[in-house]
T-cell receptor, first 113, second 114 residues
Framework: AQSVTQPDIHITVSEGASLELRCNYSYGATPYLFWYVQSPGQGLQLLLKYFSGDTLVQGIKGFEAEFKRSQSSFNLRKPSVHWSDAAEYFCAVGAGYGNKLVFGAGTILRVKS | NAGVTQTPKFQVLKTGQSMTLQCAQDMNHNSMYWYRQDPGMGLRLIYYSASEGTTDKGEVPNGYNVSRLNKREFSLRLESAAPSQTSVYFC?????????????FGPGTRLTVT
């Protein structure tokens, strides 16, 4: 069965510092991978997605993610974090035909000034 | 466009009570979904509807029913609420039922069952 692991429940970074959020997936076929962000009290917003092709994908708000098949990873990065990036981040994998996403448990990002 | 809207935003129920969570989208999407979000577990799919007139079970369907009322609306019903159903419920929609179509999420309904 498909699964997604986000090893870090909480991460705190200083404003202006770089960020990397980890995501590992388990899926037998070529995965469809997503990163979503959830601000407090809000729904989820898609940051970026990977379907095929270039393994480095660019998203909104200055985020990028790199797909590494050999490591079954899809880590999210941002070179310089802003206070407004404080939120919860979810990695998800498309679980076969039907757009049934399997989500990781989420990583809460805190940004300190 | 309002996108995906959900009502109510908050609800408190007693064990055994019933209620319906409403969801509507104005993007002319074919597919709609209901998820629940619990701390430390991410989002889990309850039910989904590939298109108007069809519904299917997701990962955690027990204790829930759904109705795809028309293309715009997809409701989730709890017939006899239990404390284990305390959660935040999200509705989502996508143009089609395939992974390469983005899902758009509503703001959520926070449900507490006492």
């Amino acid at each position: 069965a498909q699964s997604v692991t986000q090893p870090d429940i909480h991460i705190t970074v200083s404003e202006g510092a770089s960020l990397e959020l980890r995501c590992n997936y388990s899926y037998g076929a070529t995965p469809y991978l997503f990163w979503y962000v959830q601000s407090p009290g809000q729904g989820l917003q898609l940051l970026l997605k990977y379907f095929s092709g270039d393994t480095l994908v660019q998203g909104i708000k200055g985020f990028e993610a790199e797909f590494k098949r050999s490591q079954s990873s899809f880590n999210l990065r941002k070179p310089s974090v802003h206070w407004s990036d404080a939120a919860e981040y979810f990695c998800a994998v498309g679980a076969g035909y039907g757009n049934k996403l399997v989500f990781g448990a989420g990583t809460i990002l805190r940004v300190k000034s | 466009n309002a996108g995906v809207t959900q009502t109510p935003k908050f609800q408190v129920l007693k064990t055994g009570q019933s209620m319906t969570l409403q969801c509507a989208q104005d993007m002319n999407h074919n597919s709609m979904y209901w998820y629940r979000q619990d701390p430390g577990m991410g989002l889990r799919l309850i039910y989904y509807s590939a298109s108007e007139g069809t519904t299917d079970k997701g990962e955690v369907p027990n204790g829930y029913n759904v109705s795809r009322l028309n293309k715009r609306e997809f409701s989730l019903r709890l017939e006899s609420a239990a404390p284990s159903q305390t959660s935040v419920y999200f509705c989502a929609s996508s143009e089609r039922l395939a992974e390469n179509y983005e899902q758009y999420f509503g703001p959520g309904t926070r449900l507490t069952v006492t």
